[in-house]
Structure formats: C-alpha cells, structure tokens
C-alpha cells in the first residue's frame, strides 16, 4: 500500500464549512496527488505536489487548494464546501526511478449536506 | 485531451472463464499505462503497469498488451476465480512536458465471476 494513509475516513459537513482532508506516506515519496471519484466522472485530478511546497492544479481544481509544508504530508482543503463536492476522495503518490506505478491511499468519503 | 474508454461497462462470466478488458484512449502520446483493481468501498490496487516501450506485462493470470500506436490496451484474466470480481480501471500518463504524471482515468469495466 505505499504507506498511505488517509484522514478522516468518513466526514459529514455542511455545506459552507472550511473542511481539510489530509494524506499522509511514510516512504518519502516526491510526487502526491488528490483524485476525487464520483458515479459517472470516474476519477479526476484535483491537485498535485511534485514537492515540498511545489504544488499545481489539475483537471477540477476550482474550490480546492492544497498544501504540502512537509513531504509526507498533502492537505486537501475545501474553502467553503459544496453540495457538488460529495465524493470520494483519494491520495496518490507515485514512484521515481524507472517504475512508475501509482499507489493509491484507502480514500475519504466526504458528505456535504 | 486525452479520453480514455473501456469497454464493456460491466461484464458477468462463470467461473474458469479466460476473458478480456478492453482500453482505449485518443492520444497515442502516452508515456505508460496502468491496470488497477477496485474493490466496492475500497481504494485503488494497481494490477500492472506497461511502458509505452513495451508490448505486454504478466502478472500470475493476468496479462495486459499495448498497442499505443492504436490507442489500445486490453487486460487478459485467465481462469477467472469469483475473488475476481471488482472494477478494473485503466489509465494513461500522457507523454512530454511537465505532466508529473498526471494520469487520465476510464469508466472501469465492472466484472463479476459467479460459481
């Protein structure tokens, strides 16, 4: 599993509220991403880390920001929560070298109510 | 930009079936591809990985082949097993810039395998 862990699991919010999910690795790991999973969508990029501070957008970024003060960890923040950011949210990091498999963390299941 | 397809959405064999999962994407400029598995209210296990250089990869019974000139990858199960059953998901990391590895996900192919 790479190491990956999620927090929380499960959340319940409502809508408005500042909510921060966070992804933690244990293997030193460079490059991170947050994917959101949603019926019909499948998976799509959020946000990615390419390093300690070294972050960039990606295919649905509006609403989300992220932050990584320290390579092991890679915070997911919803500003202002929605009803449209229900899903299912999952960590990533990727290896280096010449493998470049992506291990995926176990996922949080965020509900905006 | 990049699409990837799979194909069939869902698919449902007897146990001891060899069967196929189908991948396609629209830009060949693909750097690799990866196979996972996804099991209901659980992440992501990545299955196999294969290089835009390479052909094919093995992995006990499953087999995935590329061919990136025509935008295809198709993943082989062999004597399928019911503990088989899942979601199985392809996606591609496009070539050249600064991708990072941003990979582009299909709709998974849900499989089930019934005694």
């Known amino acids: 599993d790479a190491g990956i862990t999620q927090s929380p699991r499960h959340k319940v919010t409502e809508t408005g509220t500042p909510v921060t999910l966070r992804c933690h690795q244990t293997e030193n790991h460079r490059y991170m991403y947050w994917y959101r999973q949603d019926p019909g969508h499948g998976l799509r990029l959020i946000h990615y880390s390419y390093g300690v501070k070294d972050t960039d957008k990606g295919e649905v970024s509006d609403g989300y920001s992220v932050s990584r003060s320290k390579t092991e960890d890679f915070l997911l923040t919803l500003e202002s929560a929605t009803s449209s950011q229900t899903s299912v949210y999952f960590c990533?990091?990727?290896?280096?070298?010449?493998?470049?498999?992506?291990?995926f963390g176990p996922g949080t299941r965020l509900t905006v109510t | 930009k990049q699409e990837v397809t799979q194909i069939p959405a869902a698919l449902s064999v007897p146990e001891g079936e060899n069967l196929v999962l189908n991948c396609s994407f629209t830009d060949s400029a693909i750097y690799n591809l990866q196979w996972f598995r996804q099991d209901p209210g659980k992440g992501l296990t990545s299955l196999l990985l294969i290089q835009s250089s390479q052909r094919e990869q093995t992995s006990g019974r499953l087999n995935a082949s590329l061919d990136k000139s025509s935008g295809r990858s198709t993943l082989y199960i062999a004597a399928s097993q019911p503990g088989d059953s899942a979601t199985y998901l392809c996606?591609?990391?496009?070539?050249?810039?600064?991708?990072?590895?941003?990979?582009?996900f299909g709709q998974g192919t849900i499989l089930t395998v019934h005694p």
């Open positions: 996606a591609v990391w496009r070539a050249g810039g600064t991708s990072y590895g941003k990979l582009t």
């Open positions: 990533a990091i990727r290896l280096t070298g010449t493998n470049y498999e992506q291990y």
